[in-house]
Nanobody, 117 residues
Framework: QVQLVESGGGLVEPGGSLRLSCAASGISLDIYAMAWHRQAPGKQREFLASFTTKRATVYGDSAKGRFTISRGNAKGTVDLHMNSLKPEDTAVYYC???????????WGQGTQVTVSS
């Protein structure tokens, strides 16, 4: 059974940092690429970053320069390091494991990130 479990969300002040982590079980990251997305209330889902099986990284416009995706220290984990957070970064952040397209892959349950003073 495939499971993706996100952690690390919470409340942070503007300008702060957070590290989100996604623990994947039931799949191998050697054959599944991993991605992070987010969805704010009333908005469409937004792609943030992906880490491919060849360890290449791709970033969406909102993530460039502030967010970094990487393999975590624990096996089967992928992290999203977020810096210089802004109130508009407030959203539910989702982890996604995919081979062909995001939507045909596996999704975590999401973790809430709130940026507010």
């Amino acid at each position: 059974q495939v499971q993706l479990v996100e952690s690390g969300g919470g409340l942070v002040e503007p300008g702060g940092s957070l590290r989100l982590s996604c623990a994947a079980s039931g799949i191998s990251l050697d054959i599944y690429a991993m991605a992070w997305h987010r969805q704010a209330p009333g908005k469409q889902r937004e792609f943030l970053a992906s880490f491919t099986t060849k360890r290449a990284t791709v970033y969406g416009d909102s993530a460039k320069g502030r967010f970094t995706i990487s393999r975590g220290n624990a096996k089967g984990t992928v992290d999203l390091h977020m810096n210089s957070l802004k109130p508009e970064d407030t959203a539910v952040y989702y982890c996604n494991a995919y081979q062909q397209t995001f939507d045909t892959g596996y999704w975590g349950q999401g973790t809430q990130v709130t940026v507010s003073s």
